[in-house]
């Protein structure tokens, strides 16, 4: 795929996703215009390994220079909802914004009503998982046939905040949740509801699809889709394996591994390959529906 060489990014913090990008953005030959941290001094290896030249430790003085085209935000998750109105207020270039873009309800709707004003604003939230290649074949199995499916998200909420931050006590479903069932929204366009409680598990239903999530449960996020001549197992969703229905047996088809089949993060190169190409479109809105969904989880 030839790039677009007028691809000029500043980046809003240089963490391990951030390289994640850029590294992509060195495979196509794509030079990272300006890069903004805290701490310039602790960077300046990996700024001299990507051969940025612009450094900058104050964001409305990196905003200000206008020496870029676009941005990509890759600031700690508790950052992001402090910085972005003032970014967004502050640039008239395409932002493309690392998640979750916000811990609460309330914030999300300040930021798509500030994008409203700034008409045309072009603004993503990097959901790179919808980016996977599997994402992508499941999709075109679910648009062709009819499936019933079974999906279980066990959410790790104590582990959560044990690992990440005490302080996402009743924010994780802003932080994890949000990204597994916007990926399994989006697979199947389905309206965006409140779910219901029992038994210690919320549950959304929609006509032939089952979504349970379990707070503290036992194994990893999993997913079973059946038809007539399919049945599609999702593990991780990373990990896919389609087997085929002849005369009431199962037989393996295909399979997919999203790690084992990507020389980048998964869903990374895929996300980057379709923004050169201009197939990215604004996705706040469907983000704020996704937010509004969420507000019956506890946690």
């Known amino acids: 795929m030839q790039a677009k060489l007028d691809c000029n990014p500043l980046f809003i913090g240089f963490g391990k996703q951030a390289q994640e990008y850029a590294s992509v953005l060195k495979h196509y030959k794509i030079k990272i215009s300006s890069v903004c941290v805290t701490n310039i001094n602790k960077k300046k290896k990996i700024f001299k390994k990507f051969?940025?030249?612009?450094?900058?430790?104050?964001?409305?003085?990196?905003?200000?220079?206008?020496?870029?085209?676009?941005?990509?935000?890759?600031?700690?998750?508790?950052?992001?909802?402090?910085?972005?109105?003032?970014?967004?207020?502050?640039?008239?270039?395409?932002?493309?914004?690392e998640k979750p873009i916000s811990l609460s309800l309330k914030k999300i709707f300040e930021v798509t009503n500030i994008l409203k004003k700034k008409k045309n604003k072009?603004?993503?939230?990097?959901?790179?998982?919808?980016?996977?290649?599997?994402?992508?074949?499941?999709?075109?199995?679910?648009?062709?046939?009819?499936?019933?499916?079974?999906?279980?998200?066990?959410?790790?909420?104590?582990?959560?905040?044990?690992?990440?931050?005490?302080?996402?006590?009743?924010?994780?479903?802003?932080?994890?949740?949000?990204?597994?069932?916007?990926?399994?929204?989006?697979?199947?366009?389905?309206?965006?509801?409140?779910?219901?409680?029992?038994?210690?598990?919320?549950?959304?239903?929609?006509?032939?699809?089952?979504?349970?999530?379990?707070?503290n449960g036992k194994g990893r996020i999993r997913a079973c889709y059946r038809s007539k001549k399919y049945i599609l197992l999702l593990e991780t969703l990373e990990k896919l394996t389609i087997f085929k229905i002849n005369k009431g047996k199962l037989i393996k088809y295909k399979s997919f591994n999203e790690k084992l089949d990507n020389r980048f993060k998964p869903g990374v190169k895929n996300l980057i390959d379709d923004l050169l190409k201009n197939k990215i479109k604004n996705n706040t809105k469907k983000i704020l529906d996704l937010y509004k969904s969420l507000e019956k989880l506890n946690f």
């Open 122 to 215: 072009k603004f993503y939230i990097l959901y790179n998982r919808n980016h996977y290649k599997i994402f992508k074949v499941l999709k075109s199995f679910l648009d062709k046939d009819k499936f019933k499916s079974e999906i279980f998200i066990p959410e790790k909420v104590k582990d959560t905040i044990k690992n990440i931050n005490i302080n996402l006590k009743g924010k994780i479903k802003y932080h994890l949740t949000s990204h597994w069932l916007n990926f399994f929204f989006s697979l199947q366009n389905v309206k965006l509801i409140q779910p219901s409680y029992s038994k210690g598990s919320f549950y959304y239903q929609f006509k032939n699809t089952s979504i349970k999530i379990t707070p």
């Open 51 to 97: 051969k940025i030249k612009n450094h900058y430790n104050n964001i409305d003085q990196a905003l200000s220079e206008q020496n870029y085209n676009c941005i990509f935000i890759f600031l700690p998750f508790d950052l992001i909802e402090k910085k972005i109105i003032d970014i967004i207020k502050n640039s008239n270039v395409p932002i493309y914004c």
